[in-house]
T-cell receptor
Framework: AQSVTQLDSQVPVFEEAPVELRCNYS??????LFWYVQYPNQGLQLLLKYLSGSTLVESINGFEAEFNKSQTSFHLRKPSVHISDTAEYFC????????????FGTGTQLKVEL | GAGVSQSPRYKVTKRGQDVALRCDPI?????LYWYRQALGQGPEFLTYFNYEAQQDKSGLPNDRFSAERPEGSISTLTIQRTEQRDSAMYRCASSPGDRVYNEQFFGPGTRLTVL
């Protein structure tokens, strides 16, 4: 079985500062990795994903994540955050042949302050 | 276009009552997933369907939980004889298919509170 660990439950950061949200996974088989975002009072939205190919993946709003197989990590980064990035971020994994059912971490609340 | 909708958005019930939670997926989406999210936790897989066929129900916690999707569109998650530990956010997602490259689109969730 696979599992996901998000060690930071809350990350406060000032606007325009860089941020990193950590995600580590455990699995005995190859995994596919996702970051989902949940804005207040909204459903989960896919932010970015790693399926294969380049280990660095980017979102349209400036976030990026790098798949590191040796460290079993998929940390999410943004060089300069905005107030509108305040949300909860979930890391998730899926495995081949699993019907794409997602295993989520416990989430990280990103709070961007002025 | 219309996204995934869920109803009711909030449900308060008394212990021992049955509840039915509805999910209306994006039109044409083959796959439909149910997840449960307890407070302070990430979503946890319950079950999923391709069309009307239930493909995996390994995440259903016990036999009080059941789900159906009789016409391959709308799905209902039923919890019988509710208990306080069933209180959670129940999330539905739909997807064009069940391959890893198929994005899951989530609904707003149903917040269930069992008194």
């Amino acid at each position: 079985a696979q599992s996901v660990t998000q060690l930071d439950s809350q990350v406060p950061v000032f606007e325009e500062a860089p941020v990193e949200l950590r995600c580590n996974y455990s699995s005995s088989v190859s995994v596919y990795l996702f970051w989902y975002v949940q804005y207040p009072n909204q459903g989960l939205q896919l932010l970015l994903k790693y399926l294969s190919g380049s280990t660095l993946v980017e979102s349209i709003n400036g976030f990026e994540a790098e798949f590191n197989k040796s460290q079993t990590s998929f940390h999410l980064r943004k060089p300069s955050v905005h107030i509108s990035d305040t949300a909860e971020y979930f890391c998730a994994v899926s495995v081949t042949g699993g019907g794409n059912k997602l295993t989520f971490g416990t989430g990280t609340q990103l709070k961007v302050e002025l | 276009g219309a996204g995934v909708s869920q109803s009711p958005r909030y449900k308060v019930t008394k212990r021992g009552q049955d509840v039915a939670l509805r999910c209306d997926p994006i039109s044409g989406h083959v796959s439909l997933y149910w997840y449960r999210q307890a407070l302070g936790q990430g979503p946890e897989f319950l079950t999923y369907f391709n069309y009307e066929a239930q493909q995996d129900k390994s995440g259903l916690p016990n036999d009080r939980f059941s789900a159906e999707r009789p016409e391959g569109s709308i799905s209902t998650l039923t919890i019988q004889r509710t208990e306080q530990r069933d209180s959670a956010m129940y999330r539905c997602a739909s997807s064009p298919g069940d391959r890893v490259y198929n994005e899951q689109f989530f609904g707003p969730g149903t917040r269930l509170t069992v008194l």
